[in-house]
């Protein structure tokens, strides 16, 4: 069976509210109802059927073709299969999700991933501000699961994580990690200013050295981590091979807050 | 009756009588193999019978870099009790004393089942608070600052209830060196059938023990119907020509790893056929009606 697939036919006129569509909702349904429902977020009310040319059956495994970055709320909330998007997407992509798999080949708005507590983002683009934060309204970040930013992350990601692991490819805004409770950052290449401000648990593993760091966080050398190798060992099983070495020096902070967190840097 | 011979060593129709263990395993790993084998080797000491040791205990195999969940050398360790509650005891000493303590180490699990026994969760408080979980593909990992930087440690691993202690074979022949150098071919054979450990000595005992004694609270004593010096004194199992006999005593994860062991065991004792010295090869058992597990020789060489 093929993926149900959505594919925008042309640029619509207001945001969309794309959380209707997820397998576990899509499941049940019959493609006269898939395209009856609502994804407009105005008063002038837009479904499914209006926007998207539809095909495919296997609900398990949605696509969305050339969607743009007012598309938001892919994937929020979900709870079970696959999303592959083929465009960017809008905020709030698979925010609050507990489990399955979202899969973005553009970039994603603001609050990719935000709150949410299982599950597989990858996102081969950038990422707006507050990945994997506080969803609004909520008080926690990320709970749990894996969320992968292959571009740039904008500022404030990770804030108030609680859990789960964030890797950033490019570079990431300021204030990562800030206000964090437990989790772990991977940052690839450039962070802004104020990393890992408010810090509490929680690692951030720096490949590069910062250009600035906190003061509040203090300085316990390079030492070995056998850690980093378990989790190097993990990133080549799941295919994500990334060389992080077995040394590091470890900064412990915010010492303003907690203090039981830590900045890896690699050695 | 025709007699069960391999190479002219008698196979004696009888079976090995054994019982229903509890066992875990867990990995340790280390800077390279040979602190890898110390800390597994300490972990494993005074661990040959839970007659007065707590547990039995031993090395399952070696693990090469690529096998393991750090990418350094590596041993699997088999431990196994009588009950569950033991074991959970057993594994938290051993490793708190013998793989914590030891440099570099670190320990995970080796058994994947739905009910866990604890294992970085309880030697989680030597952190002292300082101590930091990380959780790495769904499975929870301790970090336990120490004097030579961290202790990373598993926080649960898995247990069996179906595992099976005392698998044996008994060797008879007719020089000390002949049993003796036969049980230690059937040792290293037995090293790589997997999901067994030897837990005594080198993998052999020699004092082979009956139930009971005519000293009140003596709960073992001396097998003397095996005692070469007792032949002509008790009903001896015998013959007059043999000099020496010893046992290999095996635990293992499942009955049929035993079975293979046996089988394994028993193969290579009678490699070097009648002629180097060994005559018989038996089993222990107490008539039947103490373990569930019987292992008919005749069954496991066929």
């Known amino acids: ?41 105005t008063r002038v009310a837009l479904t499914v059927g ?37 465009g960017d997407a809008g905020a709030y992509l698979g925010a609050a999700m507990k489990n399955g798999k979202i899969e973005v080949k553009g970039s994603a708005g603001d609050l990719a991933g935000a709150s949410m507590s299982g599950g597989n983002i990858a996102i081969d683009g950038d990422a707006g501000e507050r990945a994997g934060g506080v969803l609004v309204g909520d008080t926690l970040g990320m709970k749990g699961g894996l969320l992968t930013i292959g571009g740039n992350a904008g500022p404030l990601l990770g804030e108030r994580m609680r859990g789960g692991f964030v890797i950033v490819g490019g570079n990431a805004g300021d204030y990562a990690g800030g206000r964090m409770i437990a989790g772990t950052i991977l940052l690839k290449r450039k962070v802004g200013r104020f ?34 190798r378990l989790l190097e060992h993990w990133l080549r099983e799941t295919g994500r091979p990334i060389a992080l070495g077995g040394r590091a020096r470890r900064l412990m902070g915010d010492m303003a807050a907690l203090g039981k967190g830590e900045m890896l840097i690699l050695a | 009756m025709s007699e069960l011979r391999i ?59 690529d096998e393991t969940l750090d990418g350094r050398p590596g041993v699997a360790v088999l431990l196994f009790t009588m009950d569950t509650e033991k074991l959970q005891r057993q594994l938290r000493n051993r490793v708190g004393q013998c793989v914590l303590t030891s440099p570099g180490s670190a320990c995970f699990a080796g058994l994947k089942t739905e009910k866990s026994l604890k294992l970085g969760a309880s030697l989680r408080f030597f952190g002292d608070g300082w101590q930091v979980s990380k959780k790495v593909d769904g499975r929870r990992f301790w970090r336990i600052p120490v004097m030579d930087g961290e202790f990373v440690c598993e ?28 049980c230690e071919r059937a040792v290293k054979a037995i090293d ?4 067994v450990i030897t837990p005594f000595p080198g993998g052999i005992v020699r004092s082979g023990s009956k139930v009971g004694s005519k000293y009140k609270g003596q709960i073992a004593s001396t097998n003397d119907a095996y005692c070469p010096t007792l032949k002509a004194a008790v009903k001896t199992a015998l013959p ?35 002629a180097q010295g060994v005559t018989h090869i038996t089993a222990g058992n107490y008539g039947g009606n103490l373990g569930p597990h019987h292992f008919h020789l005749k069954e496991i060489i066929a």
């Not at chain 1, 640029?11 to 994804?39: C, F, H, Y």
């Not at chain 1, 743009?68 to 083929?86: F, N, Y």
């Not at chain 2, 790589?192 to 999901?195: A, I, Q, T, Y």
Request: contains cysteine.
């Open chain 1, 195 to 228: 990393a890992g401000y408010g810090l509490r648990r929680g690692s951030l593993i720096f490949m590069e050295e910062p250009k600035e760091l906190l003061p509040t966080f203090g300085d316990c050398g390079v030492l070995e981590f056998n850690y980093l």
């Open chain 1, 1 to 41: 069976m093929s993926a149900l697939t959505f594919e925008l036919k042309g640029k619509p006129g207001q945001r969309l509210d794309m959380s209707p569509l997820t397998p576990a909702r899509l499941k049940d349904l019959k493609p006269k109802e898939i395209e009856a429902l609502a994804v407009g977020a």
């Open chain 2, 155 to 182: 926080e649960k691993t898995g247990y069996t209830k179906k595992a099976v202690g005392g698998g044996n074979i008994l060797v008879l022949g007719k020089s000390h060196a002949a049993v003796l150098a036969a």
């Open chain 2, 240 to 274: 007059l020509d043999v000099e020496a006999v010893m046992e290999i005593v095996i635990d293992g994860l499942t009955a049929d790893s035993i079975a293979k062991a046996m089988r394994a065991g028993i193969y290579a004792v009678a490699e070097g056929g009648a």
């Open chain 1, 50 to 86: 209006d926007l998207f040319k539809v095909k495919g059956k296997d609900a398990s495994a949605l696509r969305f073709v050339g969607t743009d970055a007012r598309c938001d709320k892919i994937g929020a909330a979900l709870t079970e299969g696959e999303i592959v998007v083929e």
């Open chain 2, 7 to 65: 190479k002219g060593v008698t196979i004696v129709e009888t079976f090995a009588e054994a019982f229903p263990m509890v066992g875990t395993r867990i990995i340790i790993t280390a800077p390279n193999l040979e602190w890898a084998l110390i800390a597994a080797r300490t972990m494993t000491g005074f661990a040959t019978s839970v007659i007065a040791c707590g547990a039995e205990a031993g090395i399952e195999r070696n693990l090469t870099p």
């Open chain 2, 192 to 195: 790589e059938v997997p999901e």
